[in-house]
């Protein structure tokens, strides 16, 4: 548990420190680009906002286990009085979460997960969905490749709320636009080897393979191996974190195509932000991390402006209050998505790369009109009430 000395106190948290809990992967596959750097983007959001008193910034392992994850999450809420959870990485763990908050009346930052179920019917007043999203993710790269004329397509999905979400998302956009599917995948989540859906996908002459998750720096490698890119396909990755391109190399990865609202090297305020991330850990953030300290930050904002710690009146603020930071631009919606503009990146060639972690160049920037899913027909019960 880490905490900050409060320079003063005011009457909404002098009886109680506020605490944040991190709740994500902290020596696991997602580890380095969530757990420890989110412990840290939270740390960085409290610092600013010392005149609230203290401020403890409790962590803890889900082990990506959904369960574990619910177990957690009702501790912290019932015995360790905790304010807010972030991160939440991996979207069963998120939406195991967000029950919890739903059922308690608090509030959760999911800056690790982006399910659609966790703005539709696990939405909830309290649950904020930061960083990323299933929808935007897989709208963005289905619609700009389709642009560039890529017709036809290959998907390896997986066997995940995440996975049902990006390629539920991919099919109904390839399909609108008379696109040619001709194959879809679906594999377990943590699968290794990846060399007879690769090799399939390659006798498919698809324009694109689409990956749709698993450990993707594995998928990468291995496509480049078998001369995925080299024969002429099109890789393409609704999501993929940066460290995970980074660890694939872009020996390998060079020319994917990849969906994302924010990367660290994005604009002035990115870069003055990752800056100081990196002073402290060694590596530039992620778009979790990036998402944890901007909801973090808009919470403690929130308890500042009114003066409260109660979750309905500092939710309230939250979703009233544009989200304006370093690293996030954009609204709240009534479902709890955070409306930003995205942008289709593409990886760099060794060539082009200028320094560690410079991995991607814009390709487009899609607003958040275009890049959004649509309130209309929406699952949540509060887009309608």
């Excluded at 309290?126 to 004329?149: P, Q, R």
């Excluded at 036809?152 to 997986?158: E, G, R």
């Excluded at 194959?183 to 290794?192: A, K, Q, S």
């Excluded at 993929?240 to 390998?252: D, K, T, Y």
Aim: hydrophobic fraction near 45%; charged fraction near 20%.
């Amino acid at each position: 548990m880490l905490s900050f000395a409060a320079l003063s106190a005011n009457a909404a948290t002098a009886a109680e420190p506020i605490r944040i809990g991190v709740l994500s992967d902290m020596s696991g596959v997602f580890s380095d680009f969530s757990g420890p750097g989110s412990v840290v983007a939270a740390q960085m959001a409290a610092e600013e906002f010392k005149d609230l008193g203290p401020i403890e910034i409790l962590r803890a392992d889900h082990l990506n286990k959904s369960d574990v994850g619910a177990a957690i999450a009702r501790r912290w809420f019932d015995v360790d009085k905790v304010d807010i959870i972030a991160d939440t990485i991996g979207s069963a763990v998120g939406l195991a979460v967000a029950a919890v908050v739903r059922e308690k009346g608090k509030v959760a930052i999911f800056s690790g997960a982006g399910a659609n179920d966790l703005f539709g019917i696990a939405c909830s007043k309290g649950g904020f969905v930061w960083a990323f999203n299933a929808y935007s993710n897989a709208h963005v790269i289905a619609s700009a490749l389709m642009d560039k004329g890529f017709k036809s397509w290959y998907l390896i999905s997986q066997q995940s709320a995440w996975g049902r979400s990006t390629e539920e998302t991919m099919l109904a956009d390839l399909n609108s636009r008379d696109a040619q599917v001709k194959g879809v995948v679906r594999i377990p989540i943590l699968t290794e080897d990846y060399t007879s859906f690769l090799t399939t996908a390659q006798a498919s002459r698809a324009n694109v393979v689409a990956i749709l998750g698993g450990v993707v720096a594995n998928q990468v490698k291995q496509a480049t191996e078998f001369g995925v890119r080299q024969g002429g396909q099109q890789l393409a990755n609704p999501m993929i974190w940066e460290h995970q391109v980074f660890g694939a190399g872009l020996e390998n990865a060079q020319g994917m195509y990849v969906a994302a609202p924010t990367y660290w090297d994005l604009d002035e305020g990115t870069r003055e932000w990752a800056k100081a991330f990196s002073k402290r850990t060694g590596y530039a953030p992620s778009m979790t991390h990036m998402g944890t300290y901007s909801g973090v930050r808009h919470f403690l904002q929130a308890v500042r402006k009114t003066g409260s710690r109660d979750p309905s009146v500092v939710t309230d603020e939250m979703r009233r209050t544009p989200v304006e930071d370093a690293t996030t631009h954009g609204t709240i919606r009534p479902d709890g998505l955070v409306s930003r503009d995205y942008y289709l990146f593409q990886v760099k060639s060794p060539a082009e790369s200028k320094q560690p972690w410079d991995i991607y160049k814009v390709i487009k920037k899609i607003s958040a009109a275009d890049a959004m899913p649509p309130l209309k027909g929406s699952a949540c019960p509060m887009v309608h009430d």
